[in-house]
Antibody, heavy 118, light 112 residues
Framework: EVQLVESGGGLVQPGGSLRLSCAAS????????MDWVRQVPGRGLEWVGR??????????DYAASVKGRFSLSRDDSKKLVYLQMNSLTTEDTAIYYC?????????WGQGTLVTVSS | DVVMTQTPLSSPVTLGQPASISCRSS???????????LSWLQQRPGQPPRLLIY???NRLSGVPDRFSGSGAGTDFTLKISRVEAEDVGVYYC?????????FGPGTKVDIK
């Protein structure tokens, strides 16, 4: 069974940083592209970024709203993907979901809430 | 960015009756590999999104066959043949042909 479990969310002040983790199981993690999507509670969905597999040279893409502030990385040996978030603003307050390759039959985690507030 | 629109935004349905949601993209979703990367997601109240259908018409394993997807180019449809109580929620279309990936605004399906 495919499982994705996000962690690392919480309350952070504007300008602060946070690192989210996503632990994967139930599939060949090293072969999968991984995506992050966020959702302001009660609102719609916004794609955040993608990290490709080793065959994709671990390349990344980001939404314009987070480019230069957020960065993705992965540890295939631990089946983990990380979302490093810097220079956070109140606009980044959302539930953050990791998902397997959104372009294929993707699976999503339960999400972790990030609240940016003073 | 590709803009995704959905109609209707709200759909009260009678149990056992069909429901249909339309999704339109501002540009073609046909990729250079000839695949069309249009997906449908369901979000039940208090739950994370769950993928139902990918590449227009492919149901994810475990998704009931009362859900079906169709369409091409810029116009797509999700149909529920007979709505059940567990189908209540918000349905999103999503395109992953062009970066950045974008979502429709969501269609709320509830029971009359």
């Amino acid at each position: 069974e495919v499982q994705l479990v996000e962690s690392g969310g919480g309350l952070v002040q504007p300008g602060g940083s946070l690192r989210l983790s996503c632990a994967a199981s139930g599939f060949t993690f090293s072969d999968q592209y991984m995506d992050w999507v966020r959702q302001v509670p009660g609102r719609g969905l916004e794609w955040v970024g993608r990290i490709r597999s080793k065959t994709g040279k671990y390349s990344t893409d980001y939404a314009a709203s987070v480019k230069g502030r957020f960065s993705l990385s992965r540890d295939d040996s631990k089946k983990l993907v990380y979302l490093q978030m810097n220079s956070l603003t109140t606009e980044d307050t959302a539930i953050y979901y990791c998902a397997t390759d959104l372009a294929a039959g993707s699976y999503w985690g339960q999400g972790t809430l990030v609240t940016v507030s003073s | 960015d590709v803009v995704m629109t959905q109609t209707p935004l709200s759909s009260p349905v009678t149990l056992g009756q069909p429901a249909s949601i339309s999704c339109r993209s501002s540009q073609s979703l046909v990729y250079s590999d000839r695949n069309t990367y249009l997906s449908w997601l369901q979000q039940r109240p208090g739950q994370p999104p769950r993928l139902l259908i990918y590449k227009v018409s492919n149901r994810l394993s475990g998704v009931p066959d009362r859900f079906s997807g169709s369409g091409a180019g810029t116009d797509f449809t999700l149909k529920i043949s007979r709505v059940e109580a567990e189908d209540v929620g918000v349905y999103y279309c999503m395109q992953t042909t062009h970066f950045p990936f974008t979502f429709g605004p969501g269609t709320k399906v509830d029971i009359k």
